[in-house]
C-alpha cells in the first residue's frame, strides 16, 4: 500500500468531481449485494478513509441513502460511484476504481466472501503469514 503521508488523488470519470486524502485506512474487495448494485459489477474495490480526512476539491456529489442508511455518494453527470458511507463510522470508504492510482491500493482483504458470484475466480486475496 501507498506510503501514508502521501498525497492521493481521484475522481469520477467525467472529470466534474475530485477529491484528496492523506491518510488511508486499509482496502478490501467486497462481493456483497449493496456494492455489487451501487457499482454494476461482481465486486466493488475500496480504500478506508478518516471522514476528516477526505477533502472534496472540485465540484459537489450527489447522495443516494440506501435503505440500510448507507450514503453513496456519486457523480450526477457521469455517475461514477466515489464514496459510501454510514454515520455510525470514523472512516467511509473511496471507490479504488475512482482514484488516480489505484494501482497502489490493491485489496489487503475480502469483503464478504459469501456473497461472491460463484463465477467470480479473479481475485484471490495473498496469504497472509
Keep these: 500500500m501507498k506510503n501514508k503521508t ?46 476528516t480526512e477526505l477533502e472534496i476539491v472540485k465540484g459537489e456529489p450527489a447522495i443516494h441513502i440506501a435503505p440500510n442508511g448507507t450514503k453513496w455518494s456519486f457523480c450526477s453527470f457521469c455517475g461514477t460511484t466515489l464514496f459510501w458511507d454510514r454515520k455510525e ?24 466472501e459469501e456473497d461472491r458470484l460463484s463465477w467470480d475466480h479473479l481475485y484471490e486475496p495473498p496469504i497472509k503469514n
Design 6 to 51: 502521501s498525497l492521493n488523488k481521484g475522481g469520477c470519470f467525467c472529470g466534474s468531481i475530485r477529491y484528496q486524502f492523506k491518510e488511508s485506512r486499509g482496502s478490501c474487495l467486497c462481493y456483497c449485494q449493496n456494492c455489487r448494485r451501487i457499482s454494476g459489477a461482481q465486486s466493488l474495490a475500496w480504500v478506508g478513509v478518516k471522514k
Design 89 to 112: 463510522y470514523e472512516s467511509l470508504t473511496v471507490t479504488t476504481g475512482s482514484l488516480d492510482n489505484p494501482e497502489e491500493f490493491p485489496p489487503e482483504e475480502i469483503g464478504n
